[in-house]
């Protein structure tokens, strides 16, 4: 119940990032099945596996425009091209006022 609450308040807030907090969720269940299933070695590494998939989330939206923009103002210095510019928009946990 507490999920679905979850998921409605998330569509209400943010819903074009829904699918992306179903992935995550569902990610994070199967790895922690697994877990749940392995030898303490193979268990660490799922664990990292999976903190590894949320922290690469969280850099993707955190520092994917400053990433842009530096590589871009370098290549503008070398006289190159650009890389293409995408806002990357934050999810609603992410959001700074």
């Known amino acids: 119940m507490l999920l679905a609450f979850s998921y409605v308040f998330y569509l209400w807030g943010a819903g074009e990032f829904l699918a992306l907090l179903v992935l995550s ?4 269940y199967g790895l922690g099945l697994l877990i749940a299933r392995a030898p303490k070695h193979r268990g660490r ?3 990292a596996v999976s903190v590894g998939f949320n922290l690469s989330l969280l850099a993707h939206f955190k ?9 871009n103002l370098a290549l503008a ?10 806002q990357v928009v934050l999810p609603l946990g ?3 006022r």
Do not use: E, Q
């Open 25 to 28: 969720t569902l990610v994070d």
């Open 94 to 96: 992410m959001r700074t």
């Open 63 to 71: 520092y994917n425009n400053f990433f842009v923009a530096k590589v």
């Open 77 to 86: 210095v070398l006289d190159f091209g650009g890389l293409p510019w995408s």
């Open 45 to 47: 590494l799922l664990v």
